[in-house]
Nanobody, 112 residues
Framework: QVRVVESGGGLVQPGGPLRLSCAVS????????MAWFRQAPGAQRELVAS?????TYADSVKGRATISRDNVKNTVELQMDSLKPDDTAVYYC????????WGQGAQVTVSS
């Protein structure tokens, strides 16, 4: 059974950085197109970034986010800089094709 655990969320001031981590157990991520998603209050879940060789980013985070992966540690990370209040959301990790059940997510709140 695949288990996904996101961590690193919290309260961040506008303009600050945040690094999210995703630990996957029960399968190897090496051959998976991995992605971060987020869901803001009252909004649909949206794709933020993906990585499988190359990387892709949503326009809303392009230039401020960096996704990376460690196939040995079976982890995926998302570094976000210059955070904005609009980045406030619960952030989730999954394959881009949504192969697994969702984890509990990491709450990110950007506020002064």
């Amino acid at each position: 059974q695949v288990r996904v655990v996101e961590s690193g969320g919290g309260l961040v001031q506008p303009g600050g950085p945040l690094r999210l981590s995703c630990a996957v157990s029960g399968t190897k991520i090496r051959y998976s197109n991995m992605a971060w998603f987020r869901q803001a209050p009252g909004a649909q879940r949206e794709l933020v970034a993906s990585i499988y060789g190359s990387t892709t980013y949503a326009d809303s985070v392009k230039g401020r986010a960096t996704i990376s992966r460690d196939n040995v540690k079976n982890t995926v990370e998302l570094q976000m800089d210059s955070l904005k209040p609009d980045d406030t959301a619960v952030y989730y990790c999954n394959t881009k094709g949504l192969s697994w059940d969702w984890g509990q997510g990491a709450q990110v709140t950007v506020s002064s």
